[in-house]
């Protein structure tokens, strides 16, 4: 199967042209255009805080196997067997005992295959720092309001503002709240994680690394608070949906070496130690930022406990997806271009989006947009709901309609043209016109017209397809009007639709009907 994953392609012109259909890239760009209230009478979910933090996060079932099977390993340019064992956790002596053709001498040949212990025999400590629904956009923020909070902080945040393109400028409140919303990633976790690796609540002139790269991310393209705080709610994301669904066992650090997750962590103590892993300077500053004197200390300072937040569980054991019927008109043939994958970025957060193309448009449309054009057709919704949010390519829908996407199930699609848009505050039903396919987002647009698809339950986002998941993850199917969403294990992007014994495959393109999909 062709890899469908979000590279670019080459514009082919000639008198016919050819146009090629692409996945969903790495990072997508939803509106920061406010929720309206909803004049209807609501219908909330029945979560909360909880009024007391008597049990941080009860402990998940342990589905590792401490003695795993070891892995196959091709040897690399470099490779010694110290620098193996630091990378994989373990010991020389334990990778000679796997190996019993190889001793302490043995010269490495690049391309040689030996075996290394797929589990590191070093451990996480158990400490939990935060609870899952202060990682996820959950039901725990109900009443936190990002721009009132920085309002009265004596930080840089406070006075930040950034070009993000075209001439728009965002504030430091804007910012935090747009990779929240964007990436369903909590803003709390975000501010209090600004703080602890640069000052920015608290210092109002940071400094060096701490103005470059304020989430600790010393990249030359990532030289901006909104590239800082996407790339960390990547590695949060990482970490939690890893863990929670795709059989995650260890935290690997910047210079590959690895450490075997603690059975006892739950998912957003594990994003967090995967963000700070990404951004510490060693494994040592790691074992500190870990630690109740870390970054524990710098959250309970700015929030108080964060288990006092504590939404739990945040998906019940019997959640269902209400029905959804496929995302365009009866009648007309759309294309599926991607199977299971993130629904943020391409690979970090849940593996829950599917992407699906339109029509081909006429030549003239083409000929005068590219690759990247405004289709005709519409993108209808796929239930029925209130529209929460709607502007930089994203239009969020609640189906509890109780206005707010921190709660219930909520739908995304995302690369939707701002023409003919549906506006936030907008009543639709299953079949109403959302807006039309395009390449649009504000941080980083499509490659190529599509529309991209990610369910969302209490914030967090939901797998289509979850062989890996933790069994308290609820497997809840993806299915639109009765096709349901399969994937591969470990393969972002690739999937299949199937109902009734058909089967429809994802494919870049429109020249292969395996890929057509119709109602």
């Known amino acids: 199967m062709v890899a469908l994953g979000a590279t670019a392609f080459a514009c082919v012109q000639s008198t016919a042209p050819v146009l090629y259909v692409t996945a969903t890239p790495v990072s997508l760009a939803p509106s920061l255009e406010a929720t309206l209230p909803n004049p209807f009478l609501p219908t909330p979910t029945p979560s909360g805080p909880t009024a007391t933090p008597l049990q941080p996060t009860p402990n998940p079932p342990n589905r590792i196997a401490l003695n795993a099977a070891p892995i ?42 030996i075996q290394v212990p797929s589990r590191p025999q070093a451990v996480t400590p158990s400490f939990k720092i935060i609870p ?69 609540i608290t210092n109002p002139v940071p400094s060096g690394d701490a103005l470059t790269y304020p989430m600790g991310h010393r990249s030359e393209r990532a030289r901006s608070l909104l590239s800082q705080l996407d790339w960390a709610a990547a590695q949060l994301n990482g970490g939690y949906y890893g863990w929670r669904t795709r059989g995650m066992t260890a935290i690997e650090f910047a210079d590959r070496s690895r450490i075997a997750i603690a059975p006892e962590l739950n998912g957003g103590t594990v994003g967090v130690l995967n963000y700070l892993a990404k951004s510490a300077v060693n494994r040592e500053q790691w074992l500190r930022d870990i630690s109740p004197q870390g970054f524990f200390t710098t959250y309970m300072a700015l929030f108080g406990d964060p288990f006092r937040y504590a939404v739990e569980p945040l998906l019940p054991p019997d959640l269902k997806q209400p029905e959804l019927t496929l995302p365009f008109p009866r009648g007309e043939t759309w294309y599926l ?113 599509h529309v991209h698809i990610a369910r969302r339950y209490n914030g967090e986002w939901i797998v289509a397809d979850c062989p890996a998941c933790l069994p308290d993850v609820p497997n809840v199917p993806f299915v639109m009007s009765g096709w349901e969403l399969k994937g591969y294990e470990g393969q972002v992007y690739q999937g299949y639709l199937q109902k009734d014994g058909l089967i429809r495959r994802a494919e870049q393109g429109r020249d292969d009907p395996t890929n057509q999909i119709q109602w």
């Open 72 to 113: 196959r390993y091709q040897i690399q340019q470099g490779d010694t067997l110290s620098g193996l064992a630091a990378r994989f956790g373990t010991t020389v002596a334990e990778i000679l005992r796997l190996n019993p053709t190889l001793n302490e001498n043995s010269v490495l040949a690049v391309g040689q295959v």
């Open 132 to 200: 899952d629904s202060e990682l996820v956009y959950s039901p725990a923020l109900k009443g936190f309001d990002v721009a009132a909070y920085i309002r009265f902080q004596p930080g840089f945040i406070r006075v930040y503002s950034e070009n993000v393109g075209g001439g728009r400028f965002m504030s430091g409140a804007e910012i935090v709240q747009f990779v929240a919303q964007s990436a369903s990633v909590n803003p709390r976790l975000l501010l209090a994680l600004l703080e602890y690796r640069s000052g920015w």
């Open 337 to 449: 271009t991607a199977g299971p994958h993130g629904g943020w970025d391409a690979r970090q957060s849940g593996w829950g989006a599917v992407d699906f193309a339109p029509p081909r448009p006429p030549d003239n449309i083409l000929i005068a947009q590219g690759n990247c054009y405004v289709s005709p057709n519409f993108t209808t919704s796929m239930a029925a709901g209130i529209v929460v949010r709607s502007g930089d390519g994203v239009v969020v829908v609640d189906l509890d309609m109780d206005g707010d996407e921190r709660t219930g199930w909520t739908l995304v699609y995302l690369h939707i043209a701002d023409a003919d848009r549906v506006a936030a505050g907008t009543v639709v039903q299953a079949g109403s016109p959302i807006g039309r396919p395009s390449c649009e987002g504000l941080y980083l647009n499509s490659l190529g017209t």
